[in-house]
């Protein structure tokens, strides 16, 4: 192969080439189709999430509650309302069996995952487009006070 050959190759790979007809539509409309198509399967990954959280969430509530019945700490509660003289009177006493009671492990683990359900809930409506705004901090009201 000569010079002149090698040259004429070089000249030739330099020229541009044209894309076929049509290509940056198709391009644009795939990537169109691969967004909603990803937008879709987050959508059902975060319904699929917050069901199974919302489950979860009801599961240790309720058993929450079970526990404040099994220990006692309702019935410690309800002496207020019935005997409301007999807490006052023995305060001290009556809030820290109020405290020996209360089933902190359950009331926590129900509370974070109630809270794990609500950010969930809320990033899935806002994935479907709704616009989520639970307050507002510059003006100290609620989100549809203003």
Known sequence: MGRDEIDGLFDALAR?????EGLSERV???????????RRRVAVLHA???SALSIFAMWFATGAVEEM???GFIHMVSI????SGIAVANLGDWIMALAETL??????????LIYATAIVGIRLLRETGIRVQIWRWRSGLPAGVM
């Open 69 to 71: 019945a099994r220990t």
């Open 48 to 50: 699929v999430l917050f």
């Open 103 to 112: 089933p902190l492990s359950q009331i926590a683990l129900s509370a974070v």
């Open 28 to 38: 644009i409309e795939a990537v169109r189709r691969a967004e909603n198509l990803r």
């Open 80 to 83: 207020l309302w019935t005997d």
């Open 16 to 20: 541009p080439v044209d894309p076929p």
